[in-house]
C-alpha cells in the first residue's frame, strides 16, 4: 500500500495546481520549477536530520548543533557546512582575528551569530534582525550551542549604533536583504571606517549595490569581492544513493540572482 502523501506534499501539490493553471507560459513553468525545488529540498533536509542528526557536518561550523529550521532559505545546505561555501577561507581568516566584538545585522536563526560565538569563545555576538520569529530561533540555536550568555539578541540597529566599532576592533556581518545600501553608509555611520565588515550586497534586489557598496570603502578598506561556488565536499556517504539532482538541491540555497559578497577589512 502506498504510504499517504504528507501535508508539504499536499500542500506543494495545491500550489503546483495554481501556478500551473493558465496558458502554456515561461515565467510560469519557472516559477512551478523553482516552487518544487524548494519542496524537494525540504525533504531533503528531513531526511538528512534523520540519517545524520543535527550537527553541522563540515565547513568552518562542523560539529554546531542545528536543531532549528532556516528563518529563510535552504536548511540542507546548512547542516551540511555548505551554505556559502565561498566564504570559508574568510571565516578562518576572521577566526584568527579574534575579533572582541561581532556585529551581525540580519542575523535570521543564527547560523553565523552562533557558529561566530562557538569559534571566537572570547566575541561578545550582537545578533541583529528585525523579524521576532527569527529572533526566537536564534535564541534557541544559541542556547543549543551552549553560547547564549554571549549572544545578544535585538532588532536592527541604526547609524549611531556604530560608534562602538570606534572603541574595540569589531567585525560587522551583514545580509539584509537589499537594505545595506541605506545602512552601510560611511558619511551617516562614520563608525563604520574603524570595522571589518563582511557584507552580502544583493544586486538581484538593487542594481550596482556592490559596486555603490566598494565605492563608499575603498579609501578606507581594502576590499575583495566573493562569488558564489558549490562544495559537494560534506555531503554524507549515503547520499551517494541520491540522484545527482537531488544532491544539488541539497546543495542549493534558494538564491534567486547574484548576490556577491564584500570582504571589507580596514587599511
Known sequence: MA???????ISATDTLKRLLDGPADVARLEQAFRHLAKWRSELISNTLVERSGT???????????????ASEGSRSCRLLGAYEASLAPVIE????KAYPVVIDLGSAEGYYAVGLARRLPKA??????????????????AA??????????????????FDL???QKTLVVCDIEGAEGALLDPVRAPGLRSAD?????HDCIQHGLSHLLVERFRATHHIRVIGRRLDDSGLPDWMEALSDLDR????????SGPTPWLWMVQK
Not at 55 to 69: A, C, D, I, N
Not at 144 to 161: F, K, M, P, S, W
Open 3 to 9: 504510504k499517504p502523501a504528507s501535508l508539504l506534499t
Open 55 to 69: 550537527k553541522v557536518l563540515s565547513g568552518p561550523f562542523k560539529g554546531m548543533e542545528y536543531p532549528v529550521r
Open 93 to 96: 581568516e576572521i577566526v584568527t
Open 124 to 141: 561578545r555576538v550582537l545578533a541583529r534582525d528585525a523579524n521576532p520569529k527569527a529572533q526566537a530561533l536564534c535564541a534557541a540555536l
Open 144 to 161: 543549543a550551542n551552549g553560547v547564549a550568555e554571549r549572544v545578544e539578541i535585538g532588532g536592527l540597529l541604526d547609524h549611531a549604533d
Open 165 to 167: 566599532c570606534q572603541a
Open 197 to 201: 565588515i563582511l557584507v552580502e550586497a
Open 248 to 255: 544539488l538541491v541539497a546543495l542549493w540555497e534558494w538564491r
